[in-house]
C-alpha cells in the first residue's frame, strides 16, 4: 500500500510543473480586471481607459476597467493585493499609491514592495509651477525672490496633504528656506486649478495634464517645468533644473502591477503586451496632447528598480518634513 501511495506522490510532483504550464500557457482565458484606485475622470482613468482596447486586442480578452476610489488610493490597492494571482487582477498604481503612500501611511497592513510585482510603467507625467496671474512673479526664481520679501504671506494648494504636488512644493520649500502657506483641496487638482483660476490663491504645482491648456491659453502663469529638458506643449516655460533647481526633477508616473505569486509566464506575456500597446501611435499621440509621455519599462525589473528608488526619494521629503496625510 505504502509503495501504491509513494508512486502516486511521486505522479503529482512529476505533473505539477506541465499542469502549471496549462494553466499558465493559455493565458488569459477570460476577461481581466484592471483596478484603477482613483475615481472616473482623473489621470488614472484617462491612462486606464486610453489602454484597454489596444492591451484587449493583443491579449486576446476584455480588459474591464474596475475604478476603487478612497483613502488616497488604498482602498483600490489593498482590492488588487488581495486579490488571487492568477494574471486576471491588474493594479493601475501611480507615484502616491505606490512609492508615497507607504511612507504616509505606516499603519497600512499591505506594502506594495511586497504584496504587488512590478510589470511596466505605461505613461509618465511631468508637473508644472503655475501661479495665478495676478501673482507677480513670472518664474521660479523669482518665486523665491518674492516669497523671501513676504515670509508667510504667499500662498500655495495642493490636491491634499499627501499629493505629490504637495511633496514637490514642501521639496522646493524646503530647499530654498521658503516661508509660505499650504492650502490643501480635495478631490484631484480640479478644486485647486479653479482656485488658481479666480485668484483665491498664489501658486501650486500640478501634473502637466491638468494645466497645460489654461496656460496655453494664457489663463495661468508658468514657471517652471520638472522635467530636464522644456516639453514641446510649453516651449517658453522654462524648466526648474536651468533656474538652479536641479533637485526639483519630478513626474507622477503611472504603472501595472499585478499580486505577488502571479506566475512568471504570465507577467512575461502581460509584460509584451503592454510594451507593444505603448508603442501604438494613437495611444502616444493622445498622451503627447494631454501632456504625458508614453512609455514601457525594458524589464519588469527594471519598473521594481525604478519605484524603489522613487519611494525612497520621497520618504526623505515625508520624514524630512513630518507631512501627514489629510
Known sequence: MWGRILLAAAAAVALAPSLARAQTGDWPRSPIRMIVPFAPGGASDFAARLLQ?????????????????????????????????????LFLGNVGTVSVNPTL????KLRPDKDLVAVSIVADTPSLLVATLKFPPNDAKELVEYAKQNKGKVNYASPGSGSLNRLEMELFRANAGLDMNHVPYKGGAGPAVNDLLGG??????????????????????????????????????????????????????QGILVPTGTPEPIIAKLHAAIVETMKDETIRTRMQEAGVIAISSPTPQDFSTYIAEDTAKWAKVIERTGIQPD
Open 53 to 89: 482596447p489596444r492591451l484587449s486586442d493583443l491579449l486576446g480578452q476584455k480588459i474591464i476597467v474596475d475604478t476603487r476610489p478612497g483613502a488616497a488610493g488604498n482602498v483600490g490597492y489593498e482590492a488588487a493585493a488581495r486579490s488571487a494571482p492568477d494574471g486576471y487582477t
Open 105 to 108: 501611511f505606516p499603519s497600512l
Open 200 to 253: 483665491h490663491v498664489d501658486t501650486m504645482f500640478v501634473t502637466i495634464s491638468s494645466a497645460i491648456a489654461q496656460v496655453q491659453g494664457s489663463q495661468l502663469k508658468g514657471l517652471g517645468v520638472t522635467t530636464r529638458t522644456r516639453i514641446p506643449g510649453l516651449p517658453n516655460v522654462p524648466t526648474l533644473v536651468e533656474q538652479g533647481f536641479p533637485e526639483s526633477v519630478s513626474s507622477s508616473w
